[in-house]
């Protein structure tokens, strides 16, 4: 009988569980997406192979975070799930059935709807997994390998921990449920919300919400001089300021607007000013999670697409695109598919174990290298000619000029009338600048590889040329973006959902006051506006916020890239595009569940 009264609460509530089931599916794919990657060492191994371990700290790092907000976004989703049966569960009771039995009803049911939801959210998260990545891989021009959808021990890792967050879950609501009495249950949705009266506790907590979001703004756009301090800095006064912002200052605002009687009895602006009040008095505590989890979220897409720059800064950091060290049929036939800028030659001679060179002949070559000039909180090169008094040993001149020269030989330089005096015969290094090098990279590659030196130290000449180099740190990079693009769709996919379950949880409390608004004539598109308003300031304030941490955030990111705000619209745009359709469902949503007795 319970089960049949169950299933059927749940055929006429259908609308509601499909939004809880399809967050829950998402929430299930979106984990699987990002434990494909955090967990796959080939992929790891493939990509970031010159960082292993610290790549795998970096990604157990977003392990944590996201089965942080997954936690975070379980929590608000069983209280959904819970806000809505808990009338019928009453009724139940009241019809006779034991609170035990009810306990093991809704036990049953929260593990059950749980557990499907993941594993359709796993399959969905396959498909997902081989599609976004590949339209990433190809819009990016990213260089991944061995990464593929289906990865079983993501799988496991996914089921796992879901069932484990599901069954703590069922737990939790039947303990809830057990507790709790009659009255309690039929009138939850009634119980009145106390809310601070004081207003100079509030402005004393609004000037410490600025205090302390400044202070930590201050020491993110100073951390080149505090360095590691600036990080704990930052962290305590941001999420301080945060709370108090939420907790008092916007409450104030509204209290001002609220004082303005034209523009409170202005359509429905007392109504809704009144709700946003009551609301962010009772969310201030998920309104400052969202703000902090919006800033983390876009931070990562930001800093994630910035990651490659370091190709750019890669190519900056060494004059010459080739070495060439030996010239034969192979390199000539494949020099012919490559657009030579400018050709340079190092002439050299080996006697014993010195590795000879002329300081006129250095000087006729007008040599280049790319010299590091920035600070420590900027990268910044400048081209300069080397001149022969700069070969000196333990100089960073004699470093790079010596890996012309494929001879672990201690270098001289002497004058022309010395070197030709040397009896052994003159070797040349040719170094060559492309047009285009990113473009033509697989070609050069191809041509550094041919034009490697005949000796042992093949593998130390290929790994120290430009080549070599930049397809390490472009490999390093790629994977590096990959992972902040899928961590940060997978925080914002969790926070918006949290956001619009929280929303949701309180409709059908809302409900009764739409409803006597509208009996007592209130238009319903009037109606529409005031709930758009209200949501929309409930996803706006978190945004504002998020924004203003990822802006200054961004000066720590200043000592790895060269320009962390570059293109910065890129990523902001994507984010709130998400973030509106986010926005959007909840207003649909939640008019639908507050005026669906307005007809």
């Known amino acids: 009988m319970l089960w049949k009264l169950s299933l059927t609460s749940i055929k006429s ?192 907590e609004a ?56 523009f409170k009895y202005a359509k429905l602006h007392s ?15 998920i309104l400052s999670i969202t703000s902090l989890l919006f800033a983390l979220a876009l931070g990562a897409i930001t800093v994630g697409l910035n990651f490659k720059q370091l190709t750019d800064q890669q190519m900056e950091s060494t004059y010459y695109d080739v070495v060439l060290f030996n010239q034969n049929k192979k390199t000539d036939q494949q020099l012919k598919k490559i ?22 002949q250095i000087k006729n070559a007008h040599l280049k290298r790319n010299a590091f000039v920035g600070k420590t909180d900027e990268i910044k090169y400048r081209t300069e000619t080397i001149k022969p008094n700069e070969i000196k040993a333990g100089s960073r001149t004699y470093t790079e000029f010596a890996e012309y020269i494929p001879y672990e030989k201690e270098i001289k330089v002497v004058s022309q009338a010395e070197f030709d005096q040397i009896k052994q015969p003159s070797n040349t290094t040719i170094l060559l600048r492309v047009k285009d090098f990113q473009k033509n990279f697989n070609n050069v590659e ?3 590889k041919l034009a490697l030196p005949q000796n042992k130290n093949v593998e130390v000449q290929l790994n120290s040329s430009k080549a070599a180099s930049y397809r390490l740190i472009l490999n390093l990079a790629s994977g590096f973006e990959f992972m902040g693009f899928f961590l940060g769709i997978a925080f914002l996919a969790m926070l918006a959902s949290t956001l619009m379950f929280k929303v949701l949880s309180g409709a059908k409390s809302d409900g009764p006051r739409y409803i006597m608004l509208w009996k007592m004539g209130t238009r319903t598109s009037l109606l529409k506006t ?24 961004l000066q720590f990111f200043k000592a790895l890239l060269a320009h962390p705000y570059d293109k910065i619209w890129i990523p902001f745009g994507i984010f709130l595009i998400f973030y509106l359709v986010y926005y959007l469902i909840t207003v649909k949503l939640y008019q639908s569940i507050v005026l669906k007795k307005i007809k």
Not at 132 to 148: E, K, M, P, R, Y
Not at 209 to 238: D, E, K, Q, R
């Open 13 to 204: 509530r259908w609308k509601d569980y499909l939004v809880l089931f399809s967050g829950l599916t998402l929430a299930s794919a979106i984990f699987y997406m990002f434990m494909t990657l955090a967990t796959n060492p080939s992929f790891l191994k493939g990509n970031v192979a010159l960082a292993f371990s610290t790549t795998q700290a970096v990604y157990g790092f977003g392990i944590v975070l996201l089965a942080l907000i997954t936690f975070i976004y379980i929590i608000y989703a069983n209280s959904f799930l819970l806000s809505m049966r808990q009338k019928d569960y009453a009724m139940y009771m009241m019809l006779g059935a034991r609170s035990s039995k009810i306990g093991r009803l809704i036990f049953v049911e929260t593990f059950i709807v749980g557990t499907l939801a993941t594993i359709i959210g796993e399959i969905i998260g396959i498909g997902l997994t081989q599609l976004i990545s590949q339209l990433i891989i190809t819009q990016l021009g990213l260089a991944i390998n061995h990464f593929v959808g289906f990865y079983v021990p993501a799988l496991l890792w996914t089921l796992a921990f879901f069932i484990a967050l599901f069954f703590l879950a069922a737990l939790w609501n039947r303990h809830k449920l057990v507790k709790a009495n009659l009255i309690n249950l039929l009138k939850e949705d009634q119980k009145p919300i106390k809310t601070k009266r004081n207003t100079a506790i509030k402005i004393i």
């Open 207 to 262: 000037i410490l919400g600025v205090s302390f979001l400044a202070t930590g703004y201050w020491a993110m756009a100073h951390a080149s001089l505090l360095v590691l301090a600036s990080i704990p800095i930052a962290f305590v006064t941001i999420v301080l300021g945060s709370y108090f912002i939420f907790d008092s200052l916007f409450t104030l605002l509204i209290d001002l607007l609220r004082k303005n009687k034209k």
């Open 271 to 285: 109504f809704t000013l009144g709700q946003l009040k009551f609301r962010i008095n009772s969310y201030n505590r």
């Open 339 to 360: 657009t030579v800028t400018s050709t340079t030659k190092v002439k050299y001679k080996i006697a014993g174990n010195y590795a000879y060179v002329s300081a006129n």
């Open 446 to 448: 191809k041509l550094q």
């Open 530 to 553: 005031s709930i758009d308003l209200e949501i929309g300031i409930l996803f706006i304030l978190p945004a504002i916020l998020g924004i203003l941490d990822v802006l200054f955030g």
